[in-house]
């Protein structure tokens, strides 16, 4: 196994690594043991090098060597033990204190020094390394929110550019017409029925990018048309694209916030085990799929 066949889907709830298509694990992007467990893992089965994986993961290569060195020495005992202890102080912080944090910061206060008023302000003893990770943690989670919305604006202001452009045309090449003749497949397999039936939305949901519909179709086109992941849908062109899935539609880091919300729905389960028993039933039928479904 290579670090470049390796791709990471990530969200503020959610963590995926797959490898060449194949999700390998799936952990929430807080739980830090599943992700040190996971990179134990890469390296003693896949033979990925520590200092790939420490590139891949976002952390610094010493870390990622003492990750190994504590399962070494313990097992998994010792990723839980280390995990506790590096995660003890920065469960301390809440909100209260984490707004004293960053007024403290812009008035240019020290890491120390913060520590040692919170622990006289809040009567909590939080090491000054723990405040200086929870910084740098709420400062990435900030611009890549940041990020996601310049994006997407940027993309809806060209579609919008472009809508006038075009406007007043009764008829629109579309660059991606061809794959309405997948529309038979998607009729005839029931790839939407489970989904629409057992995860409910309501009527303003169901007409946007949000819609459990749309989300559906723009991931199946997204594959069709073989893009390689969630990141390539920004290269669609929109006008083209929204002709195929009914409307406007959802990308990058807004289509992974949407597939989350299907998947923690609390019909996800019965939707999915539906779906599946569809697929079956169409693979059963091999040659003579274009038979009836009893």
Known sequence: MKCQDLEVLKSPERTSIFCRGFCLFTFETEDKFSRNYCIVQLHLAGKIKLKNLSEFFGISHQHCSNIFRWYQQDGVAGLIEQTIKRTRNRKKIDDEIGEFINEQRERGISYREISQIVRFKFHKKVRAQSIRSWVCKAKRNTKAVKDSEAEQLAIEECEADEEERTDGEEWRWSSYAGSMLLYGM???????????????????????????????????????????????????????????????????????????DIVSHANYDQAIESFYKDMISQTDLGDDVSMPLT
């Open 186 to 260: 998607i009729e005839r397999s029931g790839f939407l029925r489970p989904f629409e039936e057992f995860i409910t939305e309501d009527a303003e949901q169901k007409k946007s990018g949000y819609g459990v519909r749309r989300v559906l179709l723009t991931l199946f086109f997204l594959h069709a048309m073989r893009c390689k992941s969630i990141e390539q849908s920004k290269h669609l062109a929109g006008k083209d694209f929204e002709v195929i899935v009914g409307g406007s539609f959802l990308r990058l880091q807004w289509l992974r916030y949407a597939v989350d």
